[in-house]
């Protein structure tokens, strides 16, 4: 490392310098993964620039700093959201994504730059992505807003059906709220025990590293709230949506990128919360596959609000 930082770092290329800044911080070198994507950043990759605002965005990593985040996804969305080909790029999901993360931070505000909470303009912005650039994670955001009513009216059906779209196409954020929902007799829906259980196992199941706590959490919740009984009647249940609700080869691919174990959880009675079958979809490599929009849900389709240049106060 001391020579690391004597010696800048040389790639043969910008897509070298973000493959292993990717790889290096899937293993945690954050430091390493910081100077690879700044690299690429700086000769123009797209990609380079999303993974390095990733690594600035990332609350559990040693580098963050949301200022700088929130500068290169507003840099990604200027250059890019206008003249990216949305079906034939398949750098347009990560110009999705960057105005997905554009638009959280407008929705909660940036206190170090001066950036005050605008719902209504995050709204838009997320209407944005989920329309044009087919982004689910803007899509799961936006059926959010629909439940508490921040930047839109409160409608409820609009959100859980937005929710149980996606949750049948295998988004685990979308399985996890939704099932909390059903646990907790919220948003219109009625207590089920049953889906609220199938639905979080799946969800634990696909959850990417990013998010698994917060889906953890509510799966202890779920699991330890109800009796051996119920759990074992909905077994059934649980392994008819494991078949039909989980991601299916050709689905939107996690670009989920840090480190997050899994911890060893119990109930209060000392039963143990059962092992996912498997660890959640990894990361795929950046110039992957030609198109990765992945298709547009019917419930989803709109117009499209036009996209400017952002500065610190989130106008353009």
């Known amino acids: 490392m ?14 070298a310098a973000v493959e292993q800044g990717v790889n290096a911080y899937r293993s ?63 750098r347009a ?27 209504e303009r995050a709204a838009n912005l997320f209407q944005e992505a989920a329309t044009f650039f087919r982004d689910q994670d803007a899509q799961f955001e936006l059926a959010k807003l629909y439940l508490t009513g921040e930047g839109v009216e409160i409608n409820h059906r609009q959100a859980t059906s937005r929710l149980s779209t996606l949750a049948q196409v295998g988004h685990a954020s979308a399985q996890a709220f939704l099932a909390d929902l059903y646990w907790r007799a919220k948003g219109g829906l009625p207590h089920d025990e049953g889906r609220a259980l199938a ?20 799966y202890q919740s779920i ?25 299916r080869p050709g689905a939107e691919p ?9 911890a060893v959880r119990t109930c209060s009675d000392g039963t143990p919360l ?19 929009a992945g ?4 419930a989803l389709q709109g117009g499209v609000i036009g996209i400017g240049v952002y500065g610190q106060d989130g106008q353009r």
């Open 28 to 90: 945690g070198m954050f430091t390493l993964a910081e100077q690879a994507l700044r690299y690429g950043a700086d000769r123009g990759s797209l990609l380079g620039q999303y993974f390095l605002a990733r690594l600035y965005a990332d609350p559990s990593g040693p580098l963050t700093d949301h200022p700088r985040a929130y500068k290169l996804y507003a840099l990604i969305v200027q250059q890019y959201s206008t003249i990216i080909d949305v079906d034939d790029d398949p």
């Open 295 to 298: 298709p547009r849900p019917e």
């Open 223 to 247: 699991f330890c709230g109800m009796s051996a009984g119920v759990r074992q009647q909905s077994q059934g249940l649980v392994a008819s949506y494991r078949h039909r609700y989980s991601p």
């Open 2 to 15: 001391p020579a690391l930082a004597r010696d800048p770092l040389r790639f043969v290329s910008p897509e």
């Open 93 to 119: 999901r990560y110009v999705g994504k960057s105005l997905t993360a554009l638009a959280q931070y407008m929705l909660r505000g940036l206190p170090e730059i001066a950036l005050k909470p605008n719902p």
């Open 274 to 292: 059962p092992t996912p079958p498997h660890e959640s979809r990894a990361l795929e490599t950046p110039i992957a596959r030609k198109s990765m």
């Open 199 to 218: 639905l979080i196992t799946l969800a634990v199941e696909n959850a990417p590293a990013h998010e698994r706590i917060w889906i953890e959490d509510i």
């Open 254 to 262: 996690q670009d989920a990128i840090g480190l997050a174990p899994r």
